[in-house]
């Protein structure tokens, strides 16, 4: 095994044990947050996810392969479909929003962010299919907006 192929193997396997962790992290998020312990544990294990992502991409910026870093394969993906740019932007909507308390919508909130989030992703694919994307910018702006008012975070914890 050459150390290319070596390398995307050990990428291959964190980016999954990342995705494995960061789907238990969010099935049990909403429970964490309640407690200071709970919440340090979160920030930890945000810490533990950002240094893997460093270490996956310091070998592949390392070497003779150009474009191959996951910053670089995402910014391109970005290009491509419109999933990884509303993800992300929805989600710093959600936890970077002006205060809290904010709950514009309600229930009805998650729900009309699914809808949206559909015709988002299916409609940038149809426009992208017929040679009319839907500009990068626009996506993460519109994302930021929703994660903001259609799913916000509430960070304030009641004290006893």
């Not at 290319?4 to 789907?23: K, N, Q, Y």
């Amino acid at each position: 095994m050459d150390e290319s192929a070596r390398w995307e193997s050990v990428a291959g396997l964190v980016a999954f044990l990342s995705l494995i962790i960061a789907a238990l992290v969010g099935g049990f998020a909403g429970e964490l947050v309640k407690t200071r312990a709970g919440a340090t544990v979160l920030m930890i294990l945000a810490v533990v996810f950002v240094v893997a992502v460093i270490a996956i991409d310091l070998p592949a910026a390392l070497d003779k392969t150009a474009g191959n870093t996951f910053s670089e394969l995402l910014r391109e993906g970005g290009t491509q479909t419109t999933i990884f740019p509303w993800t992300f932007a929805v989600f710093a909507g959600r936890w970077f929003h002006p205060g809290d308390k904010i709950d514009v919508f309600g229930i009805a909130g998650p729900l009309l962010l699914m809808g949206l989030t559909f015709v988002v992703v299916a409609g940038g694919d149809v426009l992208r299919r017929r040679g009319n994307g839907i500009p990068s910018w626009l996506v993460v702006l519109t994302g930021l907006l929703a994660g903001a008012l259609l799913f916000p975070a509430d960070f304030s914890v009641e004290k006893p």
